[in-house]
């Protein structure tokens, strides 16, 4: 919607959104899409080859770090692991690795 022919023609008033396909830096979402200082702004991560969401944030999680800097928790019958690359072993919580995952039965 920001990028159709003559915006400066249209007034938007978005409170909820929802991005898809890229991901977007948090501060990008609040400063170029949703400028309303109430909006919430819910981060969720999926995979395409894996089906719908994976993990999805709180929308009134009252920490912004959280907010800024995590895609939320596994949702309902996701089981989410990061695991080291190399050796397989699951790896603690602020280190970079595979993220593993599988639809609990």
């Not at 609040?30 to 981060?43: F, G, H, L, M």
């Not at 929308?59 to 309902?76: A, E, F, L």
Request: hydrophobic residues 35%.
């Amino acid at each position: 919607m920001i990028r159709v022919l003559d915006v400066g023609n249209y007034t938007f008033n978005l409170n909820k959104s929802l991005g898809a396909v890229l991901p977007r830096p948090f501060e990008m979402i609040r400063n170029e899409v949703c400028t309303d200082p109430d909006a919430k702004i819910v981060k969720t991560y999926a995979q395409t080859e894996n089906g719908p969401g994976v993990s999805t944030g709180e929308p009134d999680c009252p920490v912004y770090g959280i907010m800024k800097h995590t895609n939320g928790s596994p949702m309902p019958g996701v089981e989410l692991v990061i695991k080291d690359i190399t050796t397989g072993e699951k790896l603690p919580p602020h280190k970079a690795g595979e993220i593993c995952l599988r639809w609990a039965a």
